[in-house]
């Protein structure tokens, strides 16, 4: 099972930003200047790493870190 650290560690190295930026409460496009194509590649290393499929109507409600780490536990 993913933890917090883990999946704020995954986005921060997608985004290519440093985890410290990456809180619970950080709004992923707002705040980490996240475009479609890196929550789709976020989203991408999310199932690869953890061996989970999140439906894509799902993926648009990912708006922040939390909502994020809520949905990969919610899939595993």
Excluded: C, H
Excluded at 2 to 24: F, K, N, P
Excluded at 46 to 73: H, L, R, W
């Amino acid at each position: 099972m993913a933890t917090m650290a883990e999946i704020q560690s995954l986005i921060a190295t997608q985004l290519g930003i440093a985890e410290g930026d990456v809180v619970a409460s950080a709004r992923i496009v707002e705040d980490l200047g996240a475009e479609s194509s890196d929550i789709a590649n976020i989203v991408a290393a999310i199932e690869d790493k953890y061996g989970i499929k999140v439906p894509e109507d799902k993926i648009e409600n990912f708006k922040t870190v939390q909502d994020i780490f809520a949905g990969v536990q919610s899939y595993t």
